[in-house]
C-alpha cells in the first residue's frame, strides 16, 4: 500500500479487530479452541499488530472494518474436526468494533481521538461513496450518530453479546469505553445495549462514486 501510494496510485486497506490485538498463539489452544480463530488472513505475530496499528495512525491503512462471520463454533466450526480445510473461516465482532478500536487504540495511545473516528465512520463512507450524507456531523447529513461512553469499563463475555454466536473471540478482555445510544436517521434505534428501533426502518442507499477518486 505504502509503495503503490507513493507511486501516485489510489490505493487503501483496511484491516479487523482480530488483526490488531490477535495473535497466533491462539492457535495453540487445546481441545479444538483453536478452530475459533481460523481467519483469512490468518492471526499472525504481536510484531505484525504494532505494524498494523502504525499503519492506521500514519493513513498507510485507512480503515479498521470487520468480515463479521459468526459461525457457531458448536455444529459449524466444528465440521473441520477431521479435516482442518473443512473449518469455517471467520471471526464474529462486529458488536465490540468501536470499543476495541477505542480502548487499544485511542486509550493505549495508538490512534488520536480525531483518527479513531476517522477510521471507523468518516473513511468508510468516504471510501464507499456515501459521504457527506453519511460519515459526518454536518447539515444535510443523516444523522447516524453513536453517543459512545470514554468511561464505560465492560469485562467481554459472549452472554452479553447480540451477535447470536455462541462465541467471542475476544472472551475476558476488559474494554474502555461503549456505546451507550445509537441513533439512525435522527431515530433512537438502541439505547443501553437493547434494539428499540422500528423492525424494517433501514433504507437501501445507493451507491455514489468515491470521495477518494481523486
Not at 465440521?79 to 480445510?85: A, E, H, K, M, N
Not at 468494533?97 to 468518516?122: I, N
Not at 447529513?141 to 464505560?152: G, K, M, S, Y
Not at 453479546?161 to 439512525?184: F, N, R, S
Request: aromatic content about 10%; glycine content about 10%; charged content about 25%.
Amino acid at each position: 500500500l505504502r509503495a503503490a501510494r507513493a507511486r501516485g496510485q489510489r490505493a487503501y486497506g483496511e484491516t479487523c479487530p482480530q488483526y490488531l490485538l490477535l495473535t497466533e498463539v491462539a492457535y495453540g489452544r487445546p481441545d479444538f479452541e483453536a478452530a475459533k480463530f481460523v481467519c483469512a488472513p490468518p492471526l499472525r505475530a504481536v510484531m505484525d499488530n504494532a505494524a498494523l496499528w502504525d499503519a492506521l495512525a500514519r493513513d498507510e491503512v485507512q480503515v479498521v472494518a470487520t468480515d463479521h462471520c459468526p459461525f457457531n463454533f458448536e455444529g459449524q466450526k466444528e465440521l473441520g474436526r477431521d479435516d482442518f480445510t473443512q473449518i469455517p473461516s471467520g471471526l464474529p465482532s462486529i458488536e465490540l468494533r468501536l470499543s476495541l478500536a477505542y480502548g487499544f487504540g485511542v486509550v493505549a495511545k495508538r490512534l488520536s481521538l480525531q483518527r479513531w473516528v476517522e477510521v471507523c465512520c468518516t473513511a468508510p463512507a468516504r471510501l464507499f461513496g456515501l459521504y457527506p450524507r453519511k460519515g459526518t456531523l454536518l447539515p444535510g447529513a443523516d444523522a447516524d450518530i453513536v453517543l459512545f461512553d470514554p468511561e464505560q469499563r465492560v469485562r467481554v463475555t459472549q452472554e452479553r453479546l447480540h451477535e447470536q454466536v455462541d462465541y467471542t473471540p475476544y472472551e475476558g478482555l476488559h474494554l474502555y469505553g461503549g456505546p451507550v445510544m445509537t441513533l439512525a436517521r435522527g431515530r433512537v434505534i438502541a439505547c443501553e445495549g437493547e434494539f428499540v428501533g422500528q423492525v424494517g426502518a433501514g433504507r437501501f442507499l445507493k451507491r455514489t462514486l468515491s470521495e477518494e477518486r481523486g
